[in-house]
């Protein structure tokens, strides 16, 4: 068993910066991949950045160049800094582990309770 826990959200203006932590406990060698999706009202949860044991990652379109996932396996931690913040980008982020070395939502073994992000006009 595997648990996330989120921190960092809250309320910022546009334009401004967030840093999403997400710390990882339990049995960390029975996972590979983690990152972030989010949810905003009325939308279906979409993946937002992603990054393998290893180090390789993507980003959502929209957000690159804007966002930066990392991640420290000796912390067992993954980061996603958020800078130049759009009130697009309004919603519940979700921290999320996969097994694999690849993050699809149907392949997510776990996943964070989520924290929420707003950015105001």
């Known amino acids: 068993q595997v648990q996330l826990v989120e921190s960092g959200g809250g309320l910022v203006q546009a334009g401004g910066s967030l840093r999403l932590s997400c710390a990882a406990s339990g049995n960390i060698s029975s996972i590979n991949a983690m990152g972030w999706f989010r949810q905003a009202p009325g939308k279906q949860r979409e993946l937002v950045a992603a990054i393998s044991r290893g180090g390789t990652s993507n980003h959502l379109d929209s957000v690159k160049g804007r966002f930066t996932i990392s991640r420290d396996n000796a912390k067992d931690m993954v980061l996603l800094q958020m800078n130049s913040l759009k009130p697009e980008d309004t919603a519940v982020y979700y921290c999320?582990?996969?097994?694999?070395?690849?993050?699809?939502?149907?392949?997510?073994?776990?996943w964070g309770k989520g924290t929420l992000v707003t950015v105001s006009s």
């Open positions: 999320a582990a996969a097994r694999e070395s690849y993050l699809y939502y149907n392949r997510v073994a776990y």
